[in-house]
């Protein structure tokens, strides 16, 4: 009887990982189409990043209910309850992540029509290529248990940052160069911001595989720079949308 059950918790434990690495690659699979739609100004496709969202969304309600199903029934320790925590916290991260993407697709959709020169969002391009490098590294650093790699994706998040602040004041000259711009470039902003933070939740998710595999957290403080807070112009609630 106590093989059966340790085999039973195991099939369990497995079952929750699954449904965090399916989780993983909707929410990937948002943020590429959401920066493929603003690329290409492809609205329909923007329009079903914003429809998919749910489904992201519901995959969250089901790790989150498997897993406290699982800790009340068989009150695991150690590791075992580090694995269950950490597919709790990745999950709202990429629940998170989801949104982010959302919000992308919500601006694609505002700036439809709009003069919009396609070198307005090369930045925009570049820096969604390192943020979608860091959740594709920091998915397969959970799904192979591999804390270095997680610690790879964490030194990562400065990267992003810098590229962010000088996409910031990039987009700030193009909008001063010509007042057509202005629109779009605010809009870019958001979306750039939006990126920014989906390599925010990357990086946590890092934090959260390290400590899950390890059993303690990364001793570093964080390593960030983002300047963009430190110009004349703010444009608040970047991240909503």
Sequence with gaps: MHDHIVSAFDIELKEVGRKVV?????????????VSALIRRDTALAQRV?????????????????SILVIAKRQPVAS?????????RIASDLERIGDLAKNVGKRVLAIEGEYHPQKLVRG???????VLE????????????????????????????TMYTSLFR?????????????????HLLFCAKNIER???????IAETVFYMVEGQIISDERPKADASSETSVAFPGAAQG
């Design 124 to 130: 925009v391009e570049h820096m969604s290529e390192l």
């Design 134 to 161: 860091q959740l594709k590294m920091v998915l397969d650093a959970y799904a192979g248990k591999d804390p270095a790699k997680a610690i790879d994706v964490w030194r990562q998040d400065s990267g992003v940052d």
């Design 80 to 88: 075992d309850l580090r694995e269950l925590v950490a597919a709790i």
């Design 198 to 204: 989906i390599g925010d939740h990357a990086t946590n």
């Design 170 to 186: 990039e987009l700030l000259t193009y909008m001063m160069e010509d007042p057509r711009n202005i629109s779009v470039c605010t």
């Design 22 to 34: 399916e989780m993983g690659g909707q929410a990937e699979r948002l943020v590429i189409d959401s």
């Design 50 to 66: 914003i429809l998919l969202d749910a489904t992201v969304d519901q995959i969250h309600r089901e790790i989150e209910e498997k």
